[in-house]
């Protein structure tokens, strides 16, 4: 349980400073939200099962972690991650652009 709440703790460290980093743009910035929301609530079902010590040790709770489809919000969350890097990357090498055609 400890491994697994220094794991979330530094997940949810990085979203801070993204949502930091991102602060200033609107849509970036609703988008780390968005994704937080969703770590978020997949850390809770993870704390939760843990809590609960299934039967079956870790298999045990990767089998409840899957019967609460918590698979679907990490694939949701992986997908907006993928959205908002590509998202990013785009604005990067449009100011790039722009700061290379003013040069």
Do not use: W
Request: charged letters at 30%; hydrophobic letters at 45%; one cysteine or more.
């Amino acid at each position: 349980m400890a491994a697994c709440d220094a794991a979330l703790a530094e997940v949810e460290e990085h979203l801070a400073v993204l949502q930091a980093l991102t602060r200033r743009d609107r849509r970036l910035f609703g988008q780390t939200v968005s994704i937080g929301a969703k770590v978020e609530r997949h850390a809770a079902a993870t704390r939760e099962i843990l809590a609960a010590r299934p039967v079956g040790g870790l298999e045990g709770v990767r089998r409840q972690l899957a019967d609460r489809d918590t698979g679907v919000m990490v694939r949701e969350a992986r997908r907006d991650l993928d959205r908002l890097k590509a998202d990013t990357m785009n604005l990067l090498a449009a100011r790039d652009t722009a700061a290379y055609l003013q040069a």
